[in-house]
């Protein structure tokens, strides 16, 4: 490697925090379960004290999480959930959060049901357009929080047209990156202040452990959110951070073949009779809109992942079709290797309800699908087989 230049990422994802173990030399991050540590002395110690505070296993995970966003410091927290809490407690009773309209399910869930009772007010727009986020900032406005994707209808927003925005108005703007992970997108360059990831997605990779972490452009950021590891407690294990760090060795592969399938079956759907449409920002479309979307795609992401949203017409047709399904697993969640298919309106959107739902577009035909690293033939076949069915 050339002196002064960056490693690639797929060099950092498996060497960056993830350095041989010095006492042993192990090629793997050690699993530290220890609780406590010994001390020398009063005030004495070798950098830990208590796991709550700090832990080596989940220290190297966050050493490494941050390398792949090109942050300055990363902190895990024990779900997706509690890492976007951790971010809104960084804000007090009286501030303005300016929201995109379609996020998760249950991030709205947190926000109304929950934080709205600490104080914490929010306004929700569609962020696709970047000037509705302008109108909709107060001056109690303290924060934008983004996602891009947007889960489930793919929604895009110009990141870095919506950061010239936070900077004017002083808002710090939050992405949720969980659908692209950092091997597609990065919006720290794009001129974010934080990015947000459910770990147990993409980046865990394999179905089988809960994590959230977020990335930070700014050192008083991760001293905050540090503090609030160490007071809330909701903190990552060092199992779970080991299994993060073991499946982000293998993250630039997976995600090559995430996008290859994941673009071949969004041809494959948007050319079939039976699916009335598809979303999928590496789909052109016709319209105007869809054009743009699409133009926006390839300027702020090097991939279109493996996100899919489709409609089959009714709650009835995705029924039928879901249950005839072999390949692809019914299931909430995304970014495993397996291809998991989901249904928004009954699974990761029940809470919003029926009016809810109707006001940004999630009908009860709407499919999702987090097409996974299976033999392509084998997935499209399996759908086929789904939507014959209707």
């Keep these: ?42 005030g004495e110690n070798k950098g830990y004290e208590y796991s709550r505070v700090s832990n080596p296993t989940r220290d190297r995970l966050e050493e490494n999480l941050a390398s792949l966003e090109g942050g300055v410091a990363a902190r895990v927290f024990g779900s997706g959930m509690a890492a976007i809490n951790a971010i809104a407690s960084m804000l007090k009773s009286g501030d303005h959060l300016v929201c995109g309209n379609d996020l998760y399910g249950g991030t709205q869930r947190l926000f109304n049901q929950v934080l709205t009772g600490f104080g914490l007010e929010f306004s929700y727009v569609d962020t696709s357009d970047a000037t509705n986020v302008e109108r909709a900032i107060r001056k109690n406005t303290r924060m934008v929080y983004v996602e891009t994707p947007t889960n489930p209808l793919m929604r895009l927003s110009d990141l870095e047209e919506i950061s010239k925005i936070c900077r004017r108005k002083k808002a710090e703007l939050v992405v949720d990156n969980t659908f692209m992970s950092p091997y597609f997108q990065q919006p720290l360059a794009l001129g974010a202040d934080m990015v947000v990831h459910s770990t147990t997605k993409f980046l865990n990779g394999h179905s089988d452990g809960l994590g959230g972490v977020v990335v930070c452009s700014k050192p008083e950021q991760a001293e905050m959110l540090a503090f609030l590891q160490k007071c809330a407690g909701a903190i990552l294990s060092p199992f779970e951070c080991w299994m993060v760090l073991r499946g982000v060795k293998t993250l630039a592969a997976r995600m090559e073949i995430h996008d290859r399938n994941g673009r071949a079956v969004a041809d494959f759907l948007a050319r079939h009779k039976k699916v009335k449409k598809v979303f999928y920002p590496g789909l052109a479309g016709h319209s105007q809109d869809e054009i743009a979307q699409h133009d926006l795609a390839k300027r702020q992401m090097s991939g279109f992942g493996s996100m899919i949203t489709f409609e089959t017409g009714s709650l009835k047709n995705a029924n039928r079709m879901l249950k005839k399904l072999r390949v692809c697993s019914l299931g909430e969640s995304l970014g495993g290797v397996e291809t998991l298919i989901s249904h928004p309106a009954t699974m990761t959107h029940a809470a919003l309800g029926e009016k809810g739902r109707k006001a940004i577009g999630i009908t009860d035909g709407l499919v999702r699908i987090s097409v996974g690293i299976e033999d392509l033939q084998d997935i499209l076949d399996d759908l086929e087989m789904g939507l014959a069915a209707i």
């Design 1 to 42: 490697m050339k002196k002064n230049r960056q490693a690639g990422f797929a060099t950092r994802a498996i060497h960056d925090g993830q350095q041989p173990d010095p006492l042993t030399g192990a090629v793997n991050v050690p699993i530290y379960l220890s609780s406590t540590y010994v001390q020398q002395g009063i």
